[in-house]
């Protein structure tokens, strides 16, 4: 199994310098290029303080200069926002300049709050739809000479300018959910990438059930990559752990508020959540990140990617998006790589 970093900017205050947080986001990158992890992947995020990254080809080429070794992807481009020459060319060139280690993550993205922005009037089928056309054209104009005639989409005769240095274009990954989504990548030779957010091991299960159904619809087809995407902290001792915890359940409150796309936003940052709105949600609680995320000392941590390895996932990415201080983010993927990593090599 391969280790990767997934991580971006986060601004949950007004306080915070945004130069300083970037700085902090590298420093990730090159503890986990230096610890001899496979990749680094962040997203694409339009108007949110909560994750900031507007272009992740941006903050790649740039990991790039501060890094040696390590793959660089996209998790992932918003396919809605692009058009396939646009995508094609911008993937190729950060590729060139990358020296080949681009990975290109595309999803179909998750929050109304960009949708009406960027894309108003549009929905989540739509925004599917719009991947399914964008990811084979892609491929097809990094080839050269394609016409395009789509239901989003209409072009004559192109060829991606620049072509990408890896043979046949960087490896694509498709963000996937529900079997659709999973017989869509695996049809056009993708990768996939899952995640089960806050819903635990039985969603880490299912998930990889839909992939392997997809895998059996095209036999034909060689079996693609899957990564598995989740929140991860490796504590200290048990109060780290329940600290943690608390933490995660605070994120994810604020994913959840995000999402929902009901409260105000200024200057990028959404009215703060009281003590009494987290402790009423629903189904957030600190106890049942403890439980469903992957929150622990080394030995817990091992254990439950021991778990993923077994069910068939090639990746594991150290989600560590958390709103936590650096300090502890830092602390924690640095824990993973001394006292985790090597149990699986």
Not at 149 to 162: A, N, V
Request: net charge negative; charged share 25%; hydrophobic share 40%.
């Amino acid at each position: 199994m391969k280790f990767s970093l997934f991580a971006h900017m986060e601004r949950i205050s007004p306080d915070q310098d945004q130069k300083q947080l970037y700085d902090e986001f590298i420093q990730l990158c090159k503890i986990a290029d230096d610890g001899g992890m496979h990749a680094v992947w962040t997203g694409e995020h339009h108007g949110m303080n909560f994750t900031i990254a507007p272009n992740p080809f941006l903050n790649l080429v740039d990991v790039a200069r501060h890094t040696k070794n390590v793959r660089l992807g996209t998790g992932t481009v918003i396919a809605p926002f692009w058009h396939p020459i646009r995508l094609a060319g911008e993937a190729a060139m950060t590729d060139i300049i990358t020296d080949g280690r681009l990975d290109l993550g595309i999803a179909r993205g998750a929050y109304s709050y960009e949708y009406e922005r960027l894309m108003p009037g549009m929905d989540a089928w739509e925004a599917g739809q719009r991947m399914r056309e964008l990811v084979p054209a892609v491929q097809k104009l990094w080839q050269g000479d394609y016409a395009h005639d789509g239901e989003f989409h209409q072009f004559p005769k192109t060829t991606s300018s620049p072509q990408p240095l890896q043979q046949d274009g960087p490896p694509i990954w498709v963000a996937a959910r529900d079997p659709n989504s999973h017989e869509f990548a695996v049809q056009n030779g993708c990768n996939v990438q899952v995640t089960p957010l806050w819903n635990g091991d039985d969603e880490v299960e299912d998930l990889m059930s839909k992939f392997n159904a997809a895998c059996e619809k095209s036999p034909e087809i060689p079996r693609p990559k899957i990564m598995l995407l989740r929140h991860t902290y490796v504590a200290e001792d048990e109060a780290d752990v329940k600290q943690a915890a608390i933490e995660l359940n605070r994120f994810y409150c604020y994913f959840g508020a995000w999402f929902m796309n009901k409260r105000d936003v200024t200057q990028g940052l959404i009215d703060p959540l009281s003590d009494e709105d987290i402790a009423a949600h629903p189904f957030y609680s600190p106890e049942n990140m403890e439980r469903d995320l992957v929150i622990g000392t080394a030995g817990t941590v091992i254990d439950r990617i021991r778990k993923s390895e077994a069910l068939g996932y090639d990746e594991y990415s150290f989600w560590i998006d958390s709103s936590m201080p650096f300090e502890r983010k830092k602390v924690s993927l640095e824990r993973f790589i001394k006292d985790v990593m090597p149990a699986f090599q």
